[in-house]
């Protein structure tokens, strides 16, 4: 591949592969301390999986980040992600904040 065409392809290309990360507007956040997680309760509209987000650990809180939209078209719903304390880099005695916002209608969430 020739420098400017590939310079062009990574100029064009590289918006669409990073996507739209942002935190995203939660329903609700559950511990389990027996089951060693957090249980984020965000909303899907049929298309959306553990793999869809990713977690962050900064200063003591914790923000969960949605990585790919949900562009199914089922009735917005409640799905539980849960992540293990581990791979949220936590111990079970750690306390921390979350910094996402909290709706309590699915339906007014943006997925």
Same mark, same amino acid.
């Given at each position: $591949? &020739?420098?400017?065409?590939?310079?062009?392809?990574?100029?064009?290309?590289?918006?669409?592969?990073?996507?739209?990360?942002? =935190?995203?507007?939660?329903?609700?956040?559950?511990?389990?301390?027996?089951a060693?997680?957090?249980?984020? %309760?965000?909303?899907? %509209?049929?298309?959306t999986? &553990?793999?869809?987000?990713?977690?962050?650990? &900064?200063?003591?809180?914790?923000?969960?980040?949605?990585?790919?939209?949900?562009?199914?078209? =089922? $009735?917005?719903?409640?799905?539980?992600?849960?992540?293990?304390?581990?791979?949220?880099?936590?111990?079970?005695?750690?306390?921390?904040?979350?910094?996402?916002?909290?709706?309590?209608?699915e339906?007014?969430?943006?997925?």
């Amino acid at each position: $591949m &020739k420098p400017r065409i590939l310079f062009l392809w990574v100029l064009l290309a590289a918006p669409a592969l990073a996507g739209d990360e942002r =935190a995203e507007v939660l329903l609700g956040v559950t511990t389990d301390f027996d089951a060693g997680q957090v249980v984020f %309760t965000v909303a899907s %509209t049929g298309c959306t999986a &553990k793999g869809d987000f990713r977690a962050q650990l &900064k200063e003591g809180t914790l923000t969960l980040f949605r990585t790919r939209r949900d562009s199914c078209k =089922a $009735m917005p719903s409640k799905l539980p992600v849960a992540f293990t304390l581990k791979e949220l880099g936590l111990s079970p005695s750690q306390p921390f904040s979350v910094g996402n916002r909290l709706i309590a209608n699915e339906n007014l969430t943006e997925r």
